[in-house]
């Protein structure tokens, strides 16, 4: 018995050094392969393991005593176990990745609810199948004709239906009994919930059946071979909403443009009110809409207009919605941000000190949300968002916290994100920061506006609150703008709007 162990174990100790070599490598070759680590890092850990492994080789293969063979049996599979670990986490990475990028074909569902009267009494979309109708085509004509579309296939009938030329209208259609139902984007749903008039719609009407539409759109890449995303200046537009999904379609509430000069460590984080009447990009005429509308329309709409705005070209876009933020705050183990004042969040209760405090995600969702305990009320919410994006930005330039909340950053996102970083981009300017680990200069700065109501581009009908924007602001925004790009370093002072001499 003992010489047939004698036999067997050295044998296995074989092969376990051989299963730990191979796995190494394609761990090697995995790493190498994302290149997101530096190569002051990459080389001496691969000289590293290669020695380690050659060691162990050597004890192995050499007839070696036995004490010293069971400690490169130890060394070996504790190796081999990292291996199996890191291939893992790698493999994650890139089903993450993969979620979290732009695709070539960029896919979105649009939610449709068929409303009824809060009094009628169908549960579900049989029972209102013989129910006459109300329509709009203002807005998303095509998918609104899909979900038709796929309602009178389910129900394997053709609808008693009515066009209406607005939203407004429809919805009153049905309120005052002339109509039974009525078919609407969800989204759409959520900017009539914002109107005085429509405050308490969700009382009176309910939701009897929601159809998905699906849509499919190819992205057109537009190489830049000239463009450094490590050394060039370039834009990200951050976009931030209350939705299930990253992808979908809604209001957004925050409207950030990330101004970055990798070659100079310095981000402006500019911010545009929600409520900002500026000219909409799918209008042909230039009609003026909130900004926060854009969202609804898509990511690019709101793209487009803040690039007509500016007179700027944002190159790049992130999403996220508030369950994702949650999320990535307390996978970055809470953020650092200052308060200009102490308060108890209107929603949650959650109290906020004056100056400095450390929040985790559910807190830091709340600290951007509140106004209602600010006389500034917008104003104030947007110097939070910035406030809350930069505690971010700071928490994840230490490379330390992204090696040590790998998993939990990762697990962060899945879902909740959405942008259109390449790759290769987005490995380069890990490399980057882990290779020099700086510090970054981040400065806000927020364009400001006077309130009054008019009427909106995406809720035509209908008289609503908007912000007028403060032109001296923007000025001084564009020029904040180009002072990033030309690679000069913003000081405090330079935030500060220059008062214009009177003659």
Same mark, same amino acid.
């Given at each position: 018995m003992n010489n047939y162990k /004698?036999?067997?174990w050295p044998i296995a100790q074989k092969v376990i050094y051989v299963l730990t070599v191979l796995a190494t490598a394609g761990l090697m070759f995995k790493v190498a392969g994302l290149d997101m680590l530096p190569v002051k890092y990459l080389v001496p850990i691969i000289l590293a393991v290669v020695f380690l492994l050659l060691a162990i080789g050597v004890i192995f293969f050499r007839n070696s005593k036995n004490v010293l063979r069971v400690i490169a049996l130890v060394l070996s599979i504790v190796i081999l176990v990292v291996d199996v670990v890191g291939l893992n986490m790698i493999s994650e990475f890139e089903k993450t990745m993969? /979620?979290?990028l732009e695709d070539d074909v960029k896919v979105e569902e649009f939610v449709f609810g068929v409303y009824v009267r809060a009094a009628d009494k169908s549960e579900n979309l049989e029972d209102v199948k013989r129910h006459d109708f109300a329509y709009s085509l203002a807005y998303d004509r095509n998918n609104t004709k899909k979900a038709i579309d796929k309602i009178e296939t389910e129900l394997a009938r053709n609808l008693d239906m009515t066009e209406y030329d607005t939203i407004p209208e429809m919805v009153n259609s049905v309120l005052a009994g002339e109509k039974d139902a009525f078919i609407l984007n969800n989204s759409y749903m959520a900017i009539l919930e914002e109107q005085e008039e429509y405050a308490d719609i969700a009382d009176k009407i309910k939701c009897v059946h929601e159809c998905v539409v699906t849509t499919e759109t190819k992205v057109e890449a537009q190489p830049d071979e000239d463009f450094d995303i490590t050394k060039d200046p370039f834009i990200v537009y951050l976009s931030g909403h209350d939705t299930r999904k990253a992808s979908s379609r809604a209001n957004s509430d925050v409207n950030i443009l990330a101004v970055v000069n990798p070659s100079t460590k310095q981000v402006l984080l500019l911010n545009t009110p929600r409520d900002f009447y500026i000219p909409i990009s799918v209008s042909d005429e230039g009609a003026l809409d909130k900004l926060t509308h854009c969202g609804v329309h898509g990511v690019e709409c709101s793209m487009d207009t803040l690039n007509a705005y500016y007179d700027i /070209?944002?190159?790049?876009?992130?999403?996220? %919605?508030? %369950?994702?933020f949650v999320r990535l705050v307390d996978a970055l183990g809470g953020i650092t941000v200052y308060s200009e004042k102490e308060f108890i969040s209107t929603s949650e209760g959650?109290?906020?000190q004056q100056g400095i405090n450390h929040l985790d995600g559910e807190s830091a969702l709340e600290f951007v949300r509140e106004r209602k305990k600010f006389g500034a009320g917008d104003h104030a919410r947007g110097r939070h968002q910035m406030a809350v994006i930069k505690g971010i930005m700071e928490r994840a330039a230490s490379g330390t916290t992204l090696l040590s909340n790998? %998993?939990?950053?990762?697990?962060?996102?899945?879902?909740?994100f959405r942008c259109n970083l390449e790759q290769e981009e987005m490995s380069a300017l890990v490399k980057?920061?882990?290779? /020099?680990?700086?510090?970054? %200069?981040?400065?806000t700065y927020a364009v400001s506006g006077s309130g009054t109501k008019d009427k909106c581009y995406s809720m035509k009908g209908l008289i609503t609150y908007v912000m007028i924007p403060d032109e001296a602001t923007v000025d001084h925004a564009?020029?904040?703008?180009?002072?990033?790009?030309?690679?000069?370093?913003?000081?405090?002072?330079?935030?500060?709007v220059p008062v214009k001499e009177t003659e």
């Open positions: /004698d036999k067997i993969s /979620d979290l /070209d944002i190159r790049y876009y992130a999403q996220v %919605n508030f %369950n994702g959650v109290h906020i790998y %998993n939990e950053i990762l697990a962060s996102m899945g879902g909740y980057m920061q882990l290779s /020099d680990m700086a510090q970054w %200069n981040i400065q564009k020029t904040l703008i180009q002072m990033v790009y030309d690679g000069e370093v913003i000081e405090p002072e330079d935030l500060v």
